[in-house]
């Protein structure tokens, strides 16, 4: 089983700044089969990222995703309000898949 | 539009079953494979099971093989989940997924319901 690592636990910043989330995997994600959710309180999660660097439709390109390999990198440049949430890396590459534990990004 | 509204959730007593739904519709759900996710109250996400869209595979996180099966009926656009000899640690919202991509192995969950509670307590 692929095991990810996402740091730091929590992310607290001001509207306008920059947020740099990281997924590290206990292994190589297959073919770069990495996916970001957010999920704010009761709500689902909603897809961002896949494939490491795609974003998904209707998110913005002030989302971002990077990385390959075992280290895998969310950015969201110029913080917003409606940003605040719990954001959650995905492997899809190998069953089982798996689920980071999430970072939560606070706008003060 | 792509909707998923899950069912079936409710209390049940550890060891006893309870069987999950999912109906969907606005997409041909004979083309997507679909997940089961789930989360313990104010915990993470934790991905359960997947069918791939003709119901040929089927595969399952470690703690729920032997004891969860998931199932499709293409002709009513309904995904499930049966659930045996349940424990307490089985509490959680249950959501189903679809995969972004049609007919691929290798997809993440583009669309997903709004979940239902399954509470397993004595």
């Known amino acids: 089983e692929i095991v990810l690592t996402q740091s730091p636990g929590t992310l607290s910043l001001s509207s306008g700044e920059r947020a740099t989330l990281s997924c590290r995997a206990s292994?190589?994600?297959?073919?770069?089969?990495l996916a970001w959710y957010q999920q704010k309180p009761g709500q689902a999660p909603r897809l961002l990222i896949y494939?490491?660097?795609s974003r998904a439709t209707g998110i913005p390109d002030r989302v971002s995703g990077s990385g390959s390999g075992t280290d895998f990198t969310l950015t969201i440049s110029r913080l917003e309000p409606e940003d605040s949430a719990v954001y959650f890396c995905?492997?899809?590459?190998?069953?089982?898949?798996?689920f980071g534990q999430g970072t939560k990004v606070e706008i003060k | 539009q792509v909707q998923m509204v899950e069912s079936g959730g409710g209390v049940v007593q550890p060891g006893r079953s309870l069987r999950l739904s999912c109906a969907a519709s606005?997409?041909?759900?004979?083309?997507?494979?679909m997940h089961w996710v789930r989360q313990a109250p104010g915990k993470g996400l934790e991905w359960v099971a997947v069918?791939?869209?003709?119901?040929?595979?089927?595969y399952y996180g470690d703690s729920v093989k032997g004891r969860f099966t998931i199932s499709r009926d293409n002709s009513k656009n309904t995904l499930y989940l049966q659930m045996n000899n349940l424990r307490v640690e089985d509490t959680a919202v249950y959501y189903c997924?679809?995969?972004?991509?049609?007919?691929?192995?290798?997809?993440?969950?583009?669309?997903w319901g709004q979940g239902t509670l399954v509470t397993v307590s004595s």
């Open positions: 069918l791939s869209y003709d119901g040929s595979n089927d």
């Open positions: 494939g490491a660097s």
């Open positions: 997924a679809r995969d972004l991509g049609s007919t691929t192995s290798h997809s993440p969950l583009g669309y």
């Open positions: 606005g997409f041909t759900f004979s083309n997507f494979g």
């Open positions: 995905q492997q899809y590459g190998n069953s089982p898949w798996t």
């Open positions: 292994q190589s994600v297959s073919s770069n089969y």
